[in-house]
């Protein structure tokens, strides 16, 4: 396909100017209805709903047959069983169709009649000149031109993150998630089997997709795994990948089988392969908008040397072992740091790293900005787990003050956290946020305000030095590449 | 000390008919402040405030001296700088006052001094027959004698677990964790520096109280490690322990010297005793709090192979990964339970373990539960993982329905959930529900309605994972003992 072709193809894939949904229905629950309330939710497009046993779906007029549409088709969504499909295709490529989507399940996945029946249906595309994703898709999603044909997932928060996945119900969770962490979303596609189109080539589309800054992905097994790597060795010079590879171990490997019909392949091998091609490997979704956070509102370390700031001596052990087992150093201060937090800290201090204020309260800023400046400038320490509170706390806010007060004290600690960020900048290094206990900044419009100054919140030490684990190993990559 | 004396001893600290604060403050933000507020929260005793600079506090006449009180004192809270502890102690001597709770800092944990004062403070209390919380305790509470003297913690919810927490910090932070995953306290120990009363004690104590089904503990260092293990055999045949034991790394064992001034120890030692006296070590408050959810609502199960059913293909690779890497086994089905799932699910089931149920909607409870029942029949299975919906979902709650339809479908769902534990009661195996995505079951409202019906809620398979495997082990332990 000629670089021109593809373009065409992906525009009309991603930013459609017409629409038609086949299988197109009436019935709550179904497919064909939560694709049409989502493609209607927007103006930019022109909609023909398809199917020849009804006159009118959500209001707008159905059309019995693709010919009888008047206008051109970019993208035509297929929800109808699968061995109609064959004959929808037929349709498309006489009435002209671009691309398609199909959603219909029972193809590859179901046995040997279902791939017999996809390998039909890519060979009347393939001479149509059809591009299309699926089958057993559960759909895709464009924010910036207002696309989605997802029936079960809400509106989707626009933003700089891509998600390819290899699982419908696992991408809706990693977007759901993702928009509970304040990540907003430029493009989503759920594969389904890559009959046509595989995760390879959406791969490439998004390493030169303006909207997107961050690819993610979930993925079962890779049908060009030489290309993918090959892809990603670039791509993450310029735009970090993340991926959650599923299908590690023995049942989970079988379990991807009878899902996807793809072979899991050797976990070690994919391990070594994601390294070497600078793409960070995580566990879980969790762990997914973990990282991607970080990615999104700070700088990368230099190093893995950490220094932790905590209100209370237990958290900053429980911090220094998380740290420890995360592939961190946990900092020493310089002697410089040591002399500094001497004359700002209470004598009981720790003496050491993790500094312990050693009970110095919210109150008290006075102290803990001091003592934050003073490790950001240690020279010996690379990022910083702050585990006290910087005069923001929704029980300080909860109770003791009128509306006039709050709003004071939230624009006081509006100066206190962006003091933060542009001393972040300042010395490149990060601070990762780890909520010191659940009445502080479990509140969700607290960890928004913390976000919105560009500072991700963690619920616990663990997550996030396992994610500065993960920066400080790409920051090497890169330095290497 | 004499059993007789001992229980007297207990029954001062944990349930007092009168208390002496001393240090009493009127200042918020002090800890004479924050003690006073919530131990007069409680009409259940007598509390004195004494401070020789002020005449009242919170509304209530201040004594100048321990020696004016007119009435007996059980427990005397004693909130004062440091150096003034000794002559403190000594009134409370000369006052026949029976227990103590020391919250001021500067003891041995500052260093020599701090240590000399410490001995001194040791031994006027035991030439008086005081025992003592302390020093550098963050104070204690008992929900049942209503008693709190913990300044900075807020109201404790009671029930049927205890806490001793060798940080105070991290003990408020477990705390308040537990409360949002519903669990309530019978009793919270800040145990400080231990230098009267050791971390030992308390759990010979807990062993024998009748409000505490399960024990849990923050420990940084045993003092009386052998006393601690022989103890911990006795007690998990009845009660479960489970504790987080920190300093397992380099520096965070050097942090743990700084802090409580205690040895951590070997790790490899501390996890073998741990096993051997029955203790379930986990990792973190989280890890904690999902232990005991699962202790406090669900059956042991007999083995570690699991059924897992999902409605989505990826949901269930991902459950079963997790599962392995948790050291659980995907269970094999046996042909019985294939049949039978194969009557109930569409065609493109997966077939085997996991059990995906193919995009079968929460609608249609129908096929769900017939699917959970035969699971939970099988003999291969020993606990269940569902990640699906039980016709419970705030989408379902929040936009389609009048409030007469959402009290409806609530009882219908209540009715779904007790459904689900008689099963789990009658077959003796667990069913931990994993969230299938964020906007179900993320809502505090719905997480707290399925712990009410005995079903606990982890927000990933492989928070569950680690946990049935925590109780699997349990339950082998229990069965060699």
């Known amino acids: 396909m000629a670089t021109r072709d593809k373009q065409d ?21 179904s497919w064909g209805y939560g694709i049409m309330r989502h493609l209607i939710a927007s103006a930019k497009r022109k909609v023909y709903p398809v199917n020849p046993t009804t006159t009118e779906v959500l209001g707008i007029p159905v059309y019995d047959t693709m010919a009888n549409i008047p206008g051109l088709v970019d993208l035509a969504v297929i929800a ?35 791939s017999k029946l996809e ?33 079960w997932t809400g509106e989707i928060a626009p933003g700089p993150v891509a998600l390819i996945s290899q699982s419908g119900n696992y991408g809706h969770r990693i977007i759901h998630n993702g928009m509970s962490f ?26 030169q997709d303006g909207n997107t800054k961050v690819i993610t992905a979930y993925i079962e097994g890779l049908r060009e795994g030489r290309r993918f790597f090959q892809l990603a060795r670039e791509i993450t010079i310029n735009k970090p990948i993340i991926v959650i590879k599923a299908g590690g171990t023995k049942e989970s490997a079988r379990a991807v089988r009878s899902h996807t019909t793809t072979l899991a392949g050797s976990d070690a091998v994919y391990t070594a392969a994601f390294r070497q091609a600078g793409v960070i490997r995580v566990d879980d979704d969790d762990e997914l908008c973990d990282v991607v956070s970080a990615l999104l509102y700070q700088p990368l370390p230099r190093g893995n040397r950490i220094g ?25 201060l310089t002697a410089s740091t040591l002399e500094k937090l001497d004359t700002y800290l209470p004598p009981r ?30 020279e010996n320490i690379d990022a910083i787990l702050l585990q006290a509170p910087v005069g923001f706390s929704t029980k300080r806010l909860s109770s003791l003050f009128n509306s006039e007060e709050i709003k004071a004290l939230r624009q006081e600690e509006e100066r206190n956290l962006s003091l933060i960020r542009q001393r972040v900048i ?13 009445e502080f900044v479990s509140d969700p419009d607290v960890s928004a305000f913390f976000r919105r100054e ?25 330095n290497q590449h």
């Open 9 to 29: 193809h992906w525009k009309c894939l991603f930013a459609p100017h017409s629409v038609a949904v086949v299988g197109a229905s009436n019935t709550p629950g």
């Open 80 to 114: 109808v069983s699968a061995h109609q499909v064959p004959q929808v295709m037929r349709q498309c490529v006489q009435k002209g169709v671009k691309t398609a989507v199909i959603v219909s399940g029972g193809f590859a996945e179901s046995g040997e009649q279902g």
């Open 119 to 151: 390998a039909e249906v890519v060979k009347i595309a393939r001479q149509g000149g059809i591009r299309f994703i699926g089958p057993n898709s559960m759909g895709h999603a464009d924010t910036s031109s207002e696309l989605s044909i997802l029936a």
């Open 182 to 207: 304040g990540i907003g979303f430029s493009k989503f596609i759920s594969t389904g089997n890559e009959a046509d189109l595989r995760l390879e080539d959406y791969l490439e589309y998004l390493a």
């Open 308 to 332: 932790i700031l905590t209100i209370g001596g237990g958290m900053g052990v429980v911090a220094a072992e998380a740290g420890e087992r995360e592939g961190l150093e946990v900092a020493r």
């Open 349 to 378: 201090w720790s003496h050491g790293n993790p500094v312990d204020m050693a009970g110095v309260s919210m109150a008290e800023n006075s102290v803990t900005f001091p003592s934050l400046w003073a490790l950001m400038e240690d």
């Open 426 to 438: 300042e010395h490149g290094k990060p601070v990762f946020m780890v909520k010191p206990a659940v």
């Open 454 to 478: 560009g500072i991700p919140v963690y619920p616990s030490p663990r997550r996030a030095a396992r994610v500065l684990n993960h920066l400080a190993w790409y920051r090497r990559y890169l």
